[in-house]
């Protein structure tokens, strides 16, 4: 049996334990989402993910299935303790389930969450997917070319792409992609270009047209021990720091209120349905954060990142 990778089995442990209202026996989680493993390499995955998802900030909590008796304990996540602000998996700090939470609307992931459900249904799984409303994200990846790379990662196939840089004509490179990451605020591929002999990153914005898959899926291994978000932290070039006042509703925001260094309550907003707090924030990229959080964020400046969050908004209400 191929194995699952490892990005799309924590969302799959992490769906699992959030739509379900009671505990989750460990055999029913090893029978849906590690099916095939022995005993040994079971109970190290499921120990290592479990652990992964907890250093994320995801509660998982264990208990007994039976009230009455002490049985075998359970797993699940609660909705209402998954929800707290302090435990938000917003933002370019979270590792790889943070990306897959970025693009959960995105085709491909999308359709594993389904298939995650499916499975669960189809196992006589009674399941609340309303449940997965509080890690659902209101953006896409909205690159053309992340779909290719995306694939390409996972399969392990060399990419072909044409790239241009700025003042420089376009060039076709050759690369063996590792991962595909959001740093300050852009979509790059990282891994090993072909061409130079040498690990890169490229900005996905830049790729012309369409990239091309060229080679033979599992050409190609990650090294060993690489940090694909290390490797976009130390070569993509560092973006200027932006100082923003944000207006946010009084009682949400709270992933802009920890990173605020300046704070005014009840200010004037652009409506009255709620009290309003003017914050000011320094940070490389804030339209994600700020559309994050809906009508209950408003950019007053800098006119850059107000234009910004605007154009991205209609972008969304022209695709609907």
């Given at each position: 049996?191929?194995?699952?990778?490892?990005?799309?089995r924590?969302?799959?442990?992490?769906?699992?334990?959030?739509?379900q209202?009671?505990?989750?026996?460990?055999?029913?989680i090893?029978?849906i989402l590690?099916?095939?493993?022995?005993?040994?390499a079971?109970?190290?995955?499921?120990e290592?993910?479990?652990?992964?998802?907890?250093?994320?900030g995801v509660p998982?909590?264990?208990?007994n299935?039976?009230?009455?008796f002490?049985?075998?304990?359970?797993?699940?996540?609660?909705?209402?303790?998954?929800?707290?602000?302090?435990i938000?998996?917003?933002g370019?700090?979270?590792?790889?389930?943070?990306?897959a939470?970025?693009?959960?609307?995105?085709?491909?992931?999308?359709e594993?969450?389904s298939?995650?459900?499916?499975?669960?249904?189809?196992?006589?799984v009674p399941?609340?997917?309303s449940?997965?409303?509080?890690?659902?994200?209101?953006?896409?990846a909205?690159?053309?070319a992340?779909?290719v790379f995306?694939?390409a990662t996972?399969?392990?196939?060399?990419v072909?792409?044409?790239?241009?840089r700025?003042?420089?004509?376009?060039?076709?490179?050759h690369?063996q992609?590792?991962?595909?990451v959001?740093?300050?605020g852009?979509?790059?591929?990282?891994?090993?270009?072909?061409?130079?002999?040498e690990e890169?990153?490229f900005?996905?914005?830049?790729?012309?047209g369409?990239?091309?898959?060229?080679?033979?899926p599992g050409?190609?291994?990650?090294?060993?021990?690489?940090?694909?978000?290390?490797?976009?932290?130390?070569?993509?070039?560092?973006?200027a720091v932006?100082?923003?006042?944000?207006?946010?509703r009084?009682?949400?925001?709270?992933?802009l209120?920890?990173?605020?260094?300046?704070?005014?309550?009840?200010?004037v907003g652009?409506?009255?349905?709620?009290?309003?707090?003017?914050?000011?924030?320094?940070?490389?990229?804030?339209?994600?954060?700020?559309?994050?959080?809906g009508?209950?964020?408003?950019?007053?400046?800098?006119?850059?990142?107000?234009?910004?969050?605007?154009?991205?908004?209609?972008a969304?209400?022209?695709?609907s």
């Open positions: 049996m191929a194995a699952v990778p490892k990005s799309e924590l969302l799959n442990l992490l769906i699992m334990l959030l739509v209202r009671r505990y989750v026996a460990k055999d029913r090893r029978e590690y099916p095939g493993q022995s005993d040994d079971f109970e190290k995955m499921f290592r993910d479990k652990e992964e998802l907890r250093s994320l998982i909590e264990v208990g299935l039976d009230a009455y002490d049985d075998e304990p359970g797993y699940r996540i609660r909705p209402d303790e998954f929800a707290l602000p302090e938000s998996l917003a370019d700090e979270a590792s790889v389930l943070g990306l939470a970025k693009v959960w609307e995105h085709a491909r992931l999308a594993v969450t298939d995650a459900v499916r499975k669960l249904t189809a196992a006589g399941v609340d997917v449940a997965l409303d509080i890690v659902q994200p209101r953006l896409a909205d690159e053309p992340f779909d995306w694939e996972h399969t392990r196939t060399p072909a792409f044409d790239y241009h700025a003042g420089q004509p376009v060039a076709t490179r690369l992609p590792w991962g595909v959001r740093y300050s852009r979509w790059y591929a990282v891994g090993l270009d072909t061409d130079r002999g890169r990153v900005r996905l914005s830049r790729v012309d369409e990239p091309r898959l060229d080679g033979a050409s190609f291994e990650v090294p060993e021990g690489t940090d694909v978000r290390g490797v976009a932290r130390r070569l993509a070039p560092a973006r932006t100082s923003a006042s944000i207006l946010v009084q009682g949400a925001g709270h992933g209120r920890r990173k605020a260094i300046a704070v005014e309550s009840d200010v652009p409506d009255d349905a709620t009290g309003w707090d003017r914050l000011t924030v320094e940070e490389a990229e804030l339209a994600d954060e700020v559309l994050s959080f009508a209950a964020a408003y950019v007053e400046g800098p006119a850059e990142l107000r234009d910004e969050v605007v154009r991205r908004l209609r969304v209400v022209d695709a």
